[in-house]
């Protein structure tokens, strides 16, 4: 079998569950930002005792759990190139922020990550088509899954966030959580479907418009 053109993107929790590989119905997926949108921001973050769900986060989650749509987290991990931890660390907090989650009955069905940065160190140090704005983590996992992307939508606090979204045909979203405290407030913010106060709002509003189904 030939190699997939999105292998290059690095995974972590891939959920094998045949469901979302039914090759006759495509479903739309919920891409999430990690760092100020799932998690509190915290600069570079390395340490599980610094990893705190941001309020509600859970409860949106489990909100989309429970209507069948795919949740997919899509982050730079610049720290990882800068030397603040390593990948194995990085395994290591997801493990804790996916434990996090379980315990509120949430889940999310795979992680995608960039490790790289042009400011980075050894083999980190380099652009990337992973790193958003560049959209292969969501073609990745578009990859992985049987997903609709044009029914899809990115949630995410910074505006490289929404044009990764919309590079890969999805709908966009920001948040006032995170970065998007100032964020919001930029010209660039209009880009994004809407503006919503945090993750629990964005999903909220995304039923109401029907954007999601229930």
Known sequence: MSPRKYDFVHRHFIDPAPRWRDQRHPVPAVFLDRDGVVNE???YLSKIDDLALIPGTAAAIKQLNDAGIPVMIVTNQSAVARGYLTEAGLRDLHEAMLAMLARAGASVQGIYYSPYHPDGVEGYRRE????????????????DFVISLGD????????NDIRAGRAAGTHAVIVKTGHGAKE??????AEAD??????QAAVTELFARGVLAR
């Open 41 to 43: 921001e915290v600069h």
């Open 152 to 159: 899809s939508v990115l949630i995410g606090d910074r505006i």
């Open 128 to 143: 990337s088509e992973c790193r958003k704005p560049g959209p292969a983590m969501i073609l990745a996992a578009a990859e």
């Open 194 to 199: 809407f503006i919503a106060d945090d993750l």
């Open 184 to 189: 919001t407030t930029w010209p660039e913010a």
